[in-house]
């Protein structure tokens, strides 16, 4: 199940500012990577224990109001037509203006659910200017918020969670690791997974989703049992080169919530993209297992440094992301395709793996012994047991005197150390700090 929220609305109402402001929280946390680029129009929120993918359609519909027709309504229907809920945003100073009827309009016709934020109501007397946006007739409450002093956003937020399913929900799939291919557009996405589809005839259901096109097929290999979600869906002619990347960046939010691990197919002549860094940066933040695919290898000129060239250049570019498996793949020629699936199978098994407390602690207390925290203002730091907790992904709590005071390069090197005795290649770890 997939949980996107869309933000849309005509320029200017305050889509980015509280698109910050949801992703805020959590980039905090554990947006510590580099490289990132800044402007990234998607990004992973929390609100209570609930996670969701929020898009600020904003940064991709750029039109001026008089091109509603032409670009900002297609882009538009594409997010909603992707995501699971949509918040309106309108602007609560400016009042009803014919654009947002615009867009109501267009909103009407969709079978999601709405929420209109009206926003800028810093104040009691602006909140009262919210009621005027029931005109819309749009279904459901209108919340009036601020985007910049967060005032009415948890009651929004509170709302938008309800839809979402709890976790714990029994799932049938459970278990069967969901794998999807992700990554620009004419990487190899849809030729890899024809590639697949038709070399192996043990595939079982070929099922359509929820919603139009995607796609989920069950797919049985070496007696491994996995499903891989295709984000490629069907091809939409006559489309502007704008919309395709548009529609491909929502194909690829989508089918990183649904899965366990993802391929992240790239280029072999284009190398690492920003789009692929912020693609492969959201997923670590997802806890989401991952591969990077480098396709067309057949079209690159080799010698024998080359491979190491590029992984060199890769993970330059994903510093200090270093625990990502890379292959090298020729699709056309059918070259390590069946190894990229084994290695995902690999990722999602260590994704899932567990390490008893006590080999944890007999391994990692003895590399802290070696190599204690520095101490801090004359006190001593302490790591006195460490456990693995249960969690989506592999997630570690240290039990110290001084949680606080454990430095950001001292982390590092435990999840190195982690990483050094325990095989997580591919997934993202997370350290937790707690007071003992
Ligand atoms: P977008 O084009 O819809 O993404 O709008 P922006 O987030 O860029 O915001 C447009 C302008 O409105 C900026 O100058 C913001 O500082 C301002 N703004 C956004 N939210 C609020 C708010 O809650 N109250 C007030 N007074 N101004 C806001
Ligand atoms: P998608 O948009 O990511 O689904 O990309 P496609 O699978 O449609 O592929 C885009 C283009 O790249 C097509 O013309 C493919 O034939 C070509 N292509 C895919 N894989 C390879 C490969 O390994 N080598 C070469 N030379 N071309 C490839």
Not at 65 to 82: G, H, M, N, P
Not at 123 to 143: H, Q, R, V, W
Not at 162 to 187: M, Q, T, Y
Not at 324 to 331: G, K, T, Y
Request: glycine share 6%; proline share 4%.
């Amino acid at each position: 199940m997939a949980n996107i929220v869309a933000i849309v609305g005509r320029p200017n109402v305050g889509k980015s500012t509280f698109f910050n402001r949801l992703i805020e929280k959590r980039q905090a946390i554990m947006d510590n990577e580099p490289g990132v680029t800044r402007d990234r129009h998607y990004g992973y929120a929390e609100w209570c224990g609930s996670y969701f993918t929020v898009i600020d359609t904003g940064g991709y519909a750029t039109g001026s109001e008089d091109k509603f027709e032409s670009e900002i309504r297609k882009q538009v229907k594409l997010a909603i037509d992707e995501a699971s809920a949509v918040i309106f945003m309108v602007d609560c100073r400016d009042g009803l203006t014919g654009f947002d009827k615009d867009f109501a309009n267009v909103l009407r016709t969709s079978k999601k659910p709405i929420f209109v934020a009206a926003n800028k109501a810093d104040t009691p007397d602006k909140t009262m200017l919210a009621n005027e946006f029931y005109e819309l007739g749009l279904e459901g409450e209108i919340y009036p918020i601020s985007a910049e002093n967060g005032s009415g956003t948890g009651e929004l937020l509170d709302d938008l969670i309800k839809l979402f399913p709890s976790e714990g929900v029994e799932d049938p799939d459970a278990g069967i690791p969901r794998i999807a291919i992700v990554g620009r557009p004419n990487v190899g996405k849809s030729s890899l997974l024809n590639a697949l589809l038709g070399t192996d005839r043990s595939i079982v259901t070929d099922e359509a989703g929820t919603t139009r096109d995607a796609i989920h097929s069950y797919y049985k290999m070496y007696g491994k049992n996995f499903i891989l979600i295709d984000t490629a869906g069907v091809r939409k002619k006559g489309k502007v080169k704008d919309d395709i990347e548009f529609y491909s960046v929502l194909r690829s939010l989508r089918a990183l919530e649904e899965c366990d691990v993802c391929i992240v197919v790239i280029d072999a002549e284009r190398g690492m993209e920003s789009q692929d860094v912020n693609l492969i940066s959201l997923a670590q933040r997802q806890g989401k297992g991952m591969v990077i695919m480098v396709n067309k290898w057949d079209l690159i000129e080799k010698d024998s440094k080359t491979s190491d060239k590029f992984k060199k250049d890769i993970q330059e570019k994903l510093a200090p992301i270093d625990y990502i498996p890379i292959m090298f793949v020729s699709v056309l020629n059918k070259q390590r395709i069946f190894q990229v699936m084994e290695k995902a199978v690999e990722v999602f098994d260590n994704k899932d793996k567990k390490i008893p407390t006590s080999k944890l602690n007999d391994i990692l207390l003895k590399e802290i012994e070696h190599y204690p925290p520095p101490s801090i203002k004359g006190k001593l730091i302490n790591i006195k047991y460490i456990t693995q907790v249960n969690a989506r992904f592999p997630s570690f709590a240290f039990f110290s005197n001084l949680p606080q005071y454990i430095s950001e390069s001292y982390q590092r090197f435990l999840e190195n150390k982690i990483r050094e005795h325990f095989d997580f290649e591919g997934v993202p770890v997370r350290l937790i700090f707690r007071k003992k």
